[in-house]
């Protein structure tokens, strides 16, 4: 039995560490999940969560030169897929009006949000490259600043010892 990258297999847990577990994939094959592929969630202990002996099913993520065998718990569980509306639903339903659920803006611009302002995002008024050259000022103007405040203190604790 061949075990390819993708594949879903069944697989008995062979032992838990602290930063994964191994699985016994048969054949003499054996792979290791790593702790933050067994979930979705956050898990602090893994030993919560596995046991030794447990049946899994793992999806193979990768498959090394030297046959280490990556696998995932998490994404070989199926999960539903959610239904996102099409661009043109999107525009479709605003038509240039102003509904309940879309934040309020007022004539200086800003969003008015249960976080506070956001800018609007118009157009760019500057550039890359005079963003580029201001940056490039800034940063000589600290580097030199930077130098100059460190080149007295060079001389470390105390002074010479014979």
Do not use: C
């Amino acid at each position: 039995m061949s075990i390819e990258v993708g594949e879903k297999v069944t697989g008995t847990v062979s032992g838990i560490t602290n930063f994964g577990a191994f699985i016994d994939l048969g054949d003499r094959k054996t792979g290791l999940v790593h702790i933050s592929e067994v979930s979705d969630s956050f898990i602090k202990d893994i030993k919560e969560v596995l046991k030794v002996g447990e049946q899994v099913t793992v999806k193979v993520m990768s498959i090394g030169d030297d046959g280490k065998i990556g696998l995932s718990i998490r994404r070989a569980v199926d999960k539903p897929v959610e239904t996102t509306p099409s661009p043109r639903e999107k525009t479709s339903s605003y038509q240039g009006r102003r509904d309940s659920s879309s934040p309020a803006r007022s004539s200086s611009g800003y969003q008015k949000t249960d976080r506070g302002p956001s800018r609007n995002l118009g157009p760019k008024k500057e550039d890359f490259d005079s963003l580029m050259s201001s940056f490039l000022k800034d940063s000589d103007d600290r580097l030199t600043s930077l130098k100059r405040n460190t080149e007295g203190k060079r001389g470390g604790r105390g002074g010479r010892r014979n």
